[in-house]
């Protein structure tokens, strides 16, 4: 029921992108999704209790906070280029075709990335006293992640929001705050508060729901992540290839030290 209810919500985005002439609004999109994907579960289960009333705060936290700053980060900007150079290699016809490489294949990951959420929601927690033990043990480094994937997502874009609109020159590069430390310090918050989500079920028995943070790592490394957003910017912005030798991808480290010219003889 709930991987329906999301692909007709995908249906309907479909739709208005067909008219908008502009498929960048799945990106509003995404987090909605998969929040509308655990409530529905949720009403259609008739899940309750306090465990259900902490993960559906959590996911909506995230999903209205991510899409509410694309959308505005988004407004009156041309379709995304990513989605430019999409359009591009598939038309002709790519107004219908965008409804199953784009809306329903996104409906079908945000239904997968859902799985944790879902089933921290409905999960029975095993009985006795050492299972309760450990499952407050995961639950508490279950919120720990969460805040503090929420806090590298948050801080995160809203430096680069505001390097975007004081940055002198098109070249520059955001090299200070989170962003001297990860290249992607949004990205890597997004995958470590999905992992937190996945703690609070595997406190409550739900072992397997670690497909959900696991295809959402991989997204973000290796797809729709860092892998296309870094494809060509080094062309692009030449400043950002010393960038790249100097800070990590997506897991915060210390920036390295860059080798010293040498004098030739």
Known sequence: IALA???LAAVAAWVVSVIRRDVSIVDSLWSLLILLGLVTYIVASGAGGARAWLVTALVAAWALRLSLHITVRNHGEPED???QAIRRNNEPHFWL???YIVFLLQGFLAWVVCLPAVAAVGAQTPPGPLASSWGALLTGLGLALWLAGMFFEV?????LARFRRD????DAVLDTGLWRYTRHPNYFGEALLWWGIYLLALSAGAWWAFIGPLLLTFLLLRVSGV???EKDIGERRPAYRDYVRRTNAFFPGPPRPLPQATDGV
Do not use: M, N, P
């Open 5 to 7: 209810a999301i692909l």
């Open 81 to 83: 280029r990513r989605y």
């Open 97 to 99: 075709k965008s409804l």
């Open 155 to 159: 801080v995160g874009d809203w430096q």
């Open 167 to 170: 940055r002198k020159t098109a």
């Open 227 to 229: 892998a296309l957003l």
